[in-house]
């Protein structure tokens, strides 16, 4: 089977085009296999680049751990250069399916190829029971989280997946990589969640860690960085355009005051593609 190596930011997924080839027979075996840094190619998880009847393509998505998740930020700026360059449907402005619904991305290329996207994130779910939380609060702003008497305050948000942003004044080990993974799997989040670690430089700037919901921590996460730019502004800590700087690069957001939506704007780039054998 084909595959495509892609990243946004860092946030690397091996990628399927299931539009000119079969999809696999097991997709989430398939994931867990193929996204091990020492015995697979390596990745945060993996996309099938999928035919649909609403869009220019659909987008279906696998964690690290196999778990399949409604969308990815990152990734699907991944999904719009590869159905651009890649000549599945060649249009300045892309409409890609995903488990959260149908998304608008526009693309900046050079030489013919795609280099940025913006993406149309969507209206931010702020109703506790679609994030879905049962912590304080509708929307949850600023909220009490215990964990293993560690006392945080954390404003969550839903982009078509669930977000728990915590505000920090230093983004360490202990909270990411401690913290984290039992933020994502505490009881408070029946759907697990997706863990960002923000350190406000100013109220235009933002620097972000994430742990992210069956991948463990990422270089980036799209999904996770709208939400940051949701979060700071219902906190009253950012304002409604900011750059985040994450661990593989820098992403654009702005939370638009007319309509309501999310928009995002980063890097897509290809790696390499290759033959995964057995399937």
């Given at each position: 089977?084909?595959?495509?190596?892609?990243?946004?930011?860092?946030?690397?997924?091996?990628?399927?085009?299931?539009?000119?080839?079969?999809?696999?027979?097991?997709?989430?075996?398939?994931?867990?296999?193929?996204?091990?840094?020492?015995?697979?190619?390596?990745?945060?998880?993996?996309?099938?680049?999928?035919?649909?009847?609403?869009?220019?393509?659909?987008?279906?998505?696998?964690?690290?751990?196999?778990?399949?998740?409604?969308?990815?930020?990152?990734?699907?700026?991944?999904?719009?250069?590869?159905?651009?360059?890649?000549?599945?449907?060649?249009?300045?402005?892309?409409?890609?399916?995903?488990?959260?619904?149908?998304?608008?991305?526009?693309?900046?290329?050079?030489?013919?190829?795609?280099?940025?996207?913006?993406?149309?994130?969507?209206?931010?779910?702020?109703?506790?029971?679609?994030?879905?939380?049962?912590?304080?609060?509708?929307?949850?702003?600023n909220a009490p989280l215990d964990?293993?008497?560690?006392?945080?305050?954390?404003?969550?948000?839903?982009?078509?997946?669930?977000?728990?942003?915590?505000?920090?004044?230093?983004?360490?080990?202990?909270?990411?990589?401690?913290?984290?993974?039992?933020?994502?799997?505490?009881?408070?989040?029946?759907?697990?969640?997706?863990?960002?670690?923000?350190?406000?430089?100013?109220?235009?700037?933002?620097?972000?860690?994430?742990?992210?919901?069956?991948?463990?921590?990422?270089?980036?996460?799209?999904?996770?960085?709208?939400?940051?730019?949701?979060?700071?502004?219902?906190?009253?800590?950012?304002?409604?355009?900011?750059v985040n700087h994450l661990l593989?690069?820098?992403?654009?957001?702005?939370?638009?005051?007319?309509?309501?939506?999310?928009?995002?704007?980063g890097p897509a780039v290809e790696?390499?593609?290759?033959?995964?054998?057995?399937?």
């Amino acid at each position: 089977m084909r595959f495509t190596k892609m990243h946004g930011a860092g946030n690397d997924y091996v990628y399927l085009d299931c539009v000119r080839q079969p999809p696999p027979a097991d997709p989430a075996g398939l994931a867990q296999r193929v996204s091990h840094r020492h015995f697979g190619v390596g990745s945060d998880g993996l996309i099938l680049i999928r035919p649909s009847d609403r869009a220019d393509a659909r987008m279906q998505m696998f964690n690290a751990d196999g778990s399949e998740s409604e969308m990815c930020g990152n990734g699907i700026r991944c999904v719009a250069k590869y159905v651009y360059d890649h000549g599945i449907a060649t249009k300045p402005t892309l409409r890609i399916e995903t488990g959260a619904g149908v998304l608008s991305l526009e693309v900046e290329t050079r030489g013919g190829k795609v280099e940025r996207v913006r993406v149309d994130m969507g209206c931010p779910i702020l109703e506790a029971p679609r994030i879905p939380t049962t912590l304080p609060g509708s929307p949850v702003v600023n909220a009490p989280l215990d964990i293993e008497g560690r006392k945080l305050t954390v404003t969550c948000v839903s982009m078509g997946n669930p977000h728990c942003v915590v505000f920090v004044e230093k983004a360490t080990d202990e909270l990411v990589l401690g913290l984290g993974p039992r933020i994502e799997r505490d009881p408070r989040f029946p759907a697990r969640v997706n863990v960002e670690f923000i350190e406000v430089v100013s109220p235009r700037e933002v620097r972000q860690r994430t742990w992210e919901r069956g991948s463990g921590e990422t270089w980036a996460c799209g999904t996770g960085a709208s939400a940051v730019c949701v979060a700071g502004v219902l906190s009253g800590r950012t304002e409604r355009r900011i750059v985040n700087h994450l661990l593989g690069g820098d992403l654009e957001l702005h939370w638009n005051e007319q309509d309501g939506h999310v928009y995002m704007t980063g890097p897509a780039v290809e790696v390499f593609s290759g033959e995964w054998p057995g399937e």
